[in-house]
T-cell receptor, first 117, second 115 residues
Framework: AQKITQTQPGMFVQEKEAVTLDCTYDTSDQSYGLFWYKQPSSGEMIFLIY??????QNATEGRYSLNFQKARKSANLVISASQLGDSAMYFC??????????????FGGGTRVLVKP | GAGVSQSPSNKVTEKGKDVELRCDPI?????LYWYRQSLGQGLEFLIY????????KSGLPSDRFSAERTGGSVSTLTIQRTQQEDSAVYLCASSLGDRRTSPLHFGNGTRLTVT
């Protein structure tokens, strides 16, 4: 079974509007971390935001916020006031807490966002 | 400070040849990871090093792939007898320890093309 599912392969968003990128995950651990990364066309992976499973408040970092719904196992990324530079591939990732899972980040398949002027 | 450095940035090799990819992590980062990204795809975990512990090799796709990390710093990923399906971008990442909260910091990758 997929650990991380991103159901939107691609989407368009109008400049200055908000966009929500969906991410659902599958784990039996109580302790885990969720991450979002941005990958522009240049290829580098840029860390955006982190949410811990025990965090009661949704994480925010500037224009990025994470809509964390633990019972539904979803961790959607919200980008407010989209800019042309937000055009990129976005990846959701999870690190599980139990030792047997190792320490790797498991990534979803990504969502490509194109911001239109 | 300096980020994760990978070399070469591009490598073209003939099928059947061996290749070595190098990663220099962020200074002070004890955890080092290798991932592979095929064109338009997500990231596939290959191997993970943490300090002096035995590496987690669970993601290596075949015994043609191996990696080592010398002195707890620089790492080399070796692919023997390369095949065309090995063509991908190989990404190295490091993190500060193995805490659940530590994000991975990635290098710019090595684009490997096997002809």
């Amino acid at each position: 079974a997929q650990k991380i599912t991103q159901t939107q392969p691609g989407m368009f968003v109008q400049e200055k509007e908000a966009v929500t990128l969906d991410c659902t995950y599958d784990t039996s651990d109580q302790s885990y971390g969720l991450f979002w990364y941005k990958q522009p066309s240049s290829g580098e992976m840029i860390f955006l935001i982190y949410q811990g499973s025990y965090d009661e408040q949704n994480a925010t970092e500037g224009r990025y916020s994470l809509n964390f719904q633990k019972a539904r196992k979803s961790a959607n990324l919200v980008i407010s006031a989209s800019q042309l530079g937000d055009s990129a591939m976005y990846f959701c990732a999870m690190r599980e807490g139990r030792k047997a899972a190792g320490n790797k980040l498991t990534f979803g398949g990504g969502t490509r966002v194109l911001v239109k002027p | 400070g300096a980020g994760v450095s990978q070399s070469p940035s591009n490598k073209v090799t003939e099928k059947g040849k061996d290749v070595e990819l190098r990663c220099d992590p962020i200074s002070g980062h004890t955890a080092l990871y290798w991932y592979r990204q095929s064109l338009g795809q997500g990231l596939e975990f290959l191997i993970y090093f943490q300090g002096n512990s035995a590496p987690d090799k669970s993601g290596l796709p075949s015994d043609r792939f191996s990696a080592e990390r010398t002195g707890g710093s620089v790492s080399t990923l070796t692919i023997q007898r390369t095949q065309q399906e090995d063509s991908a971008v190989y990404l190295c990442a490091s993190s500060l320890g193995d805490r659940r909260t530590s994000p991975l910091h990635f290098g710019n990758g090595t684009r490997l093309t096997v002809t």
